[in-house]
């Protein structure tokens, strides 16, 4: 094939991106090794990602500090039933209708006692903020 000439879409195309990947030297010449490396470029890549949208997010109501030490201060306990929460829904049907069925009760729950469960809310931003704040 010619030098700078695209092929037709189809298995032409997938043959030339595998050829190319192929080119591409390994950083390690351990298959291992390269798998962990990519293990943890994915997880790390994926949790800064997180935390910028999760910023984001908490910007539109908080203000741009609070919204950070929001984020950091998340505590490890929260942040591995998070994980194990959004696993459980991902993994299998049922999985998601527990997960969303019980985030549906928790928010009925509290617009029901939406005084009272706003001012808990304030609270333990307010805590988890400060908490932010402090490790920063």
Same mark, same amino acid.
């Given at each position: 094939?010619?030098?700078?000439?695209?092929?037709?879409?189809?298995?032409?195309?997938? /043959?030339?991106?595998?050829?190319?990947?192929?080119?591409?030297?390994?950083?390690? *010449?351990? *298959?291992? /090794?390269?798998?962990?490396?990519?293990?943890l470029?994915?997880?790390?890549?994926?949790?800064?990602?997180?935390?910028?949208?999760?910023?984001?997010?908490?910007?539109?109501?908080?203000?741009?500090?609070? #919204?950070?030490?929001?984020v950091?201060?998340?505590?490890?306990?929260?942040?591995l039933?998070? /994980? #194990?929460?959004?696993?459980?829904?991902?993994?299998?049907v049922?999985?998601?209708?527990?997960?969303?069925?019980?985030?549906?009760?928790? /928010?009925?729950?509290?617009?029901?006692?939406?005084?009272?469960? #706003?001012?808990?809310?304030?609270?333990?931003?307010?805590?988890?903020?400060?908490?932010?704040?402090?490790?920063?």
């Amino acid at each position: 094939m010619a030098k700078g000439v695209l092929p037709k879409p189809g298995k032409a195309a997938k /043959t030339v991106i595998k050829q190319a990947a192929d080119a591409v030297p390994a950083p390690s *010449p351990n *298959p291992m /090794t390269n798998l962990i490396i990519a293990d943890l470029a994915l997880r790390g890549g994926g949790q800064l990602l997180r935390h910028a949208v999760e910023r984001t997010l908490l910007g539109a109501k908080y203000s741009r500090t609070d #919204a950070k030490n929001l984020v950091k201060g998340r505590s490890m306990a929260q942040t591995l039933i998070g /994980t #194990a929460v959004v696993r459980l829904a991902m993994r299998s049907v049922p999985g998601a209708i527990v997960v969303g069925g019980s985030l549906l009760a928790k /928010t009925l729950y509290d617009r029901r006692r939406s005084k009272a469960a #706003a001012s808990e809310g304030r609270k333990a931003i307010a805590k988890q903020a400060e908490k932010g704040a402090d490790e920063g």
